[in-house]
């Protein structure tokens, strides 16, 4: 059974938490108050790449979610992966590839995964999943227009 004392410390504390939260949302948003901090997706919000097009494109993963939307491919690409030691097993990668005939994108270093050739002026999805080593394309990419 608690002390007198004991159940006032308790008390004090959950009022001061309750304080210090009712401080920090009325000066900042949670997604502000998240990445302040550096908390990724799920918490914090995704990582949003939009790159130019270039035929070799390096890319940096430091998040658990990664969506790349690289710039209409006017020709073939490669996506090269530099993945953080901090990205852990489950972290996913969406792209969103538009080409403007047949282009092909070659899915390079960090991925394990077949090229996508592109259909004339359409947009292409897919999904990758880290198992620890390298990003594996979950499913064939989807043409969404």
Same mark, same amino acid.
């Given at each position: =059974?608690?002390?007198?004392w &004991?159940?006032v *410390?308790?008390?004090?504390?959950?009022?001061?938490?309750i304080a @210090?939260?009712?401080? #920090?949302? =009325? !000066?900042?948003?949670?997604? !502000? =108050?998240?990445?302040?901090?550096?908390?990724?997706?799920?918490? &914090?919000?995704? +990582? @949003?790449?939009?790159?130019?097009?270039?035929?070799?494109?390096?890319?940096? $993963?430091?998040?658990?979610? !990664? $969506?790349?939307?690289?710039?209409?491919? !006017?020709?073939?690409?490669?996506?090269?992966?530099?993945? /953080?030691? *901090?990205?852990?097993?489950? /972290?996913?990668?969406l792209?969103?590839i538009?080409?403007?005939?047949t282009?092909?994108?070659?899915?390079g270093? &960090?991925?394990?995964?077949?090229?996508?050739? *592109?259909?004339? &002026?359409?947009?292409? #999805?897919?999904?990758? =999943?880290?198992?620890?080593?390298?990003?594996?394309?979950?499913?064939?990419? $989807?043409?969404? +227009?």
């Open positions: =059974m608690t002390s007198f &004991g159940k *410390g308790i008390s004090l504390l959950a009022l001061f938490t @210090l939260f009712v401080a #920090c949302y =009325m !000066t900042a948003t949670p997604t !502000t =108050m998240l990445a302040s901090v550096g908390v990724a997706w799920p918490a &914090g919000s995704a +990582d @949003l790449q939009q790159p130019a097009y270039a035929a070799t494109l390096a890319v940096t $993963i430091t998040d658990q979610l !990664t $969506i790349l939307d690289p710039a209409i491919l !006017t020709g073939a690409m490669t996506i090269n992966l530099t993945i /953080a030691a *901090g990205v852990r097993a489950g /972290a996913i990668i792209t969103e538009t080409t403007t005939a282009e092909v994108a070659t899915f270093t &960090g991925f394990t995964a077949p090229t996508q050739t *592109g259909v004339a &002026g359409k947009t292409k #999805c897919a999904m990758f =999943m880290y198992d620890g080593v390298t990003f594996k394309v979950v499913g064939t990419p $989807i043409q969404i +227009d």
